[in-house]
T-cell receptor, first 115, second 113 residues
Framework: DTAVSQTPKYLVTQMGNDKSIKCEQN?????MYWYKQDSKKFLKIMFS???????INETVPNRFSPKSPDKAHLNLHINSLELGDSAVYFC??????????????FGEGSRLTVL | GENVEQHPSTLSVQEGDSAVIKCTYS??????FPWYKQELGKRPQLIID?????GEKKDQRIAVTLNKTAKHFSLHITETQPEDSAVYFC????????????FGTGTRLTIIP
C-alpha cells in the first residue's frame, strides 16, 4: 500500500512523441506536485495543485500539461518530447495547514529517456 | 524569489566521523527549513526540519542548526555509518505550504568504511 505511486517507472521514447505519467496518493492530502530532477540531481518544482486547482506553474514549456481529475490524482502529459526532457519526474503530495508546512511525500520517480 | 545555495556538492568522510553540510538562503522571510535524503535510485525523504522559532534541533545522530541573522543553516551527522551515504538536499520556504519550497543543489555524501 504505497502512499504515493506513479507509473510508469521507466519510459523510453523517441523525440516528438507524446507521453503521460500518472500519479496517485492514498494519504488523503490536499496538495500534489510534479518535480523534475535532471542528471545533475537538481530538484525543481514544475506544478502544484491544491484540491484539483492549479496553484503553481513554474516556467515550464506549455508542452507539459498537468491534469488533476480529483485531489488524489495528478497526471502529467508531455507533448512533442525533446531530448532535454530526459529526467526523473517525481510526483509528491503534502498536507499543509495554514502557517505550517507539511512533509513532502514523494513517489518513486519516473525515469524518462528521450532518444 | 528565494535562492538556496548548498555546499559542498560532494563530501567523503570516514565511517564514524562527522559530516556537515551547509546552506545559505536569500529571502529573510523564509522560516521553514527541511532536509531531504535521497538514496541511490530512491525517492527523497524528509529526515529533519527546523522552523525559525528555534536555533537547533536534534534527532539521534542528526542535527540541524539555523542562524537567521546570517541566513544560513547546516546539517550535522555524527558517528556516520555506511547507510548515511546518499544525496542530501536542503530547502527553504515561508511556512505557508510547499508551493514555494526552494531546494538546494544537493550534496552527495559518501561514507568510507
Amino acid at each position: 500500500d504505497t502512499a504515493v505511486s506513479q507509473t510508469p517507472k521507466y519510459l523510453v521514447t523517441q523525440m516528438g512523441n507524446d507521453k503521460s505519467i500518472k500519479c496517485e496518493q492514498n494519504l488523503g492530502h490536499d496538495t500534489m506536485y510534479w518535480y523534475k530532477q535532471d542528471s545533475k540531481k537538481f530538484l525543481k518544482i514544475m506544478f502544484s495543485y491544491n484540491n484539483k486547482e492549479l496553484i503553481i506553474n513554474e516556467t515550464v514549456p506549455n508542452r507539459f500539461s498537468p491534469k488533476s481529475p480529483d485531489k488524489a490524482h495528478l497526471n502529467l502529459h508531455i507533448n512533442s518530447l525533446e531530448l532535454g526532457d530526459s529526467a526523473v519526474y517525481f510526483c509528491a503530495s503534502s498536507q499543509d495547514k495554514r502557517g505550517h508546512t507539511g512533509e513532502l511525500f514523494f513517489g518513486e520517480g519516473s525515469r524518462l529517456t528521450v532518444l | 524569489g528565494e535562492n538556496v545555495e548548498q555546499h559542498p556538492s560532494t563530501l567523503s568522510v570516514q565511517e564514524g566521523d562527522s559530516a556537515v553540510i551547509k546552506c545559505t538562503y536569500s529571502d529573510s522571510a523564509s522560516n521553514y527549513f527541511p532536509w531531504y535524503k535521497q538514496e541511490l535510485g530512491k525517492r527523497p525523504q524528509l529526515i529533519i526540519d527546523i522552523r525559525s522559532n528555534v536555533g537547533e534541533k536534534k534527532d539521534q545522530r542528526i542535527a540541524v542548526t539555523l542562524n537567521k541573522t546570517a541566513k544560513h543553516f547546516s546539517l550535522h551527522i555524527t558517528e556516520t555509518q555506511p547507510e548515511d551515504s546518499a544525496v542530501y538536499f536542503c530547502a527553504a520556504s515561508m511556512d505557508f505550504g510547499n508551493e514555494k519550497l526552494t531546494f538546494g543543489t544537493g550534496t552527495r555524501l559518501t561514507i568510507i568504511p
